[in-house]
């Protein structure tokens, strides 16, 4: 797939996996679903992104905390030059 990002749900999926020690996790290109809307490259990938995760590591912690862990790992796909827009997280 190629995306003008190079922002792929695998590329996102491994870092999670490397980060957060995942017992589950999916991840979900929407970017088509958004072309014409803000944060979009055109490309109709790699900008808005669903996340679904389970991780020991949310164990005991609030929602805002789970999503927080998620936002840290993804930070330089988030922070970089045209790069994720929009991430909608579900925390198992």
């Given at each position: 797939?190629?995306?003008?990002?190079?922002?792929?749900?695998?590329?996102l999926r491994q870092r999670l996996q490397e980060r957060l020690s995942p017992t589950q996790?999916?991840?979900?290109?929407?970017?088509?679903?958004?072309?014409?809307?803000?944060?979009?490259?055109?490309?109709?990938?790699?900008?808005?992104?669903?996340?679904r995760i389970a991780s020991p590591l949310f164990a005991g912690k609030p929602k805002v905390?789970?999503?927080?862990?998620?936002?840290?790992?993804?930070?330089?796909?988030?922070?970089?030059?045209?790069?994720?827009?929009?991430?909608?997280?579900?925390?198992?």
């Amino acid at each position: 797939m190629s995306t003008g990002t190079g922002i792929t749900a695998e590329a996102l999926r491994q870092r999670l996996q490397e980060r957060l020690s995942p017992t589950q996790v999916e991840v979900l290109d929407e970017s088509a679903a958004h072309l014409g809307h803000a944060g979009q490259d055109g490309t109709g990938a790699g900008t808005h992104f669903r996340v679904r995760i389970a991780s020991p590591l949310f164990a005991g912690k609030p929602k805002v905390a789970r999503h927080r862990l998620v936002y840290d790992a993804l930070r330089d796909y988030i922070d970089r030059d045209h790069g994720v827009h929009a991430l909608a997280i579900e925390t198992l």
